[in-house]
């Protein structure tokens, strides 16, 4: 009745950009959902509703999603998602529309990019392109993480897995969390597989890209994320 009486409010207001993006296919994946990520987010000491973080790693196909814990900055890894497909151009970031490459960086999605009616089951728009790719010139829209296990450019996920973290991101997003950050890399940056790309045309972006790894690593939490002359700056 609550959730009800929520969409209703947010039908008369017309203030979507504040509400929840719902749907009768979102409504049943949640409740179906509910309670066995209560009890494997409990076995680690979280709660549904905490706020979320993912991580992209597209050398190994993996996607982590990482639960806050509670009165505290830092975040505890709830589970790794294994990706199906992001198309087949493989490593480097998307530069223009049609090149069917998956971006590389990092991205932040809000309320409104929630899409419950996805035609890959249920989807969440990374936002691409941001600052960084823009003030590059990059081109592109629509770039997703769906279900479906299909893609030519978006994070393809199965069902099974879009469900759990969709559940994961609504319940964060409605009790309070603005928006949660999805950064995305070519794969796991140590200094080591860095160092390795050295000839390779994208080695100063995964440099750029390396810093926002190594915060996450050192200190627990995603840092805050800004472009200053067409660099990611770290915060």
Known sequence: MKRKLLLLICL???????????????EEVLTRQMKPLEKALKE????????????????????????????SKKFILFKTYPICTYGAQGLGSKLKEGDEVAPEGFYFVPKDKMNPNSSFHLSFNLGYPNKYDEAHGRTGSALMVHGGCASVGCYAMTNAAIEEIYSLAQKALENGQKFFRVHCFPFRMTDEAVAAQEESEWYSFWKNLQEGYSYFEKN???PDVKVEKKRYVFE
């Open 220 to 222: 627990g939490y995603p």
């Open 44 to 71: 680690k000491g979280l709660r549904m509703g905490q706020a979320i973080f993912i991580r992209i790693f597209k050398e190994s196909k993996e996607l982590e999603l990482w639960v806050q814990k509670a009165d």
């Open 12 to 26: 008369i207001s017309q203030s979507f950009l504040y509400c929840q993006p719902s749907s009768k296919r979102s």
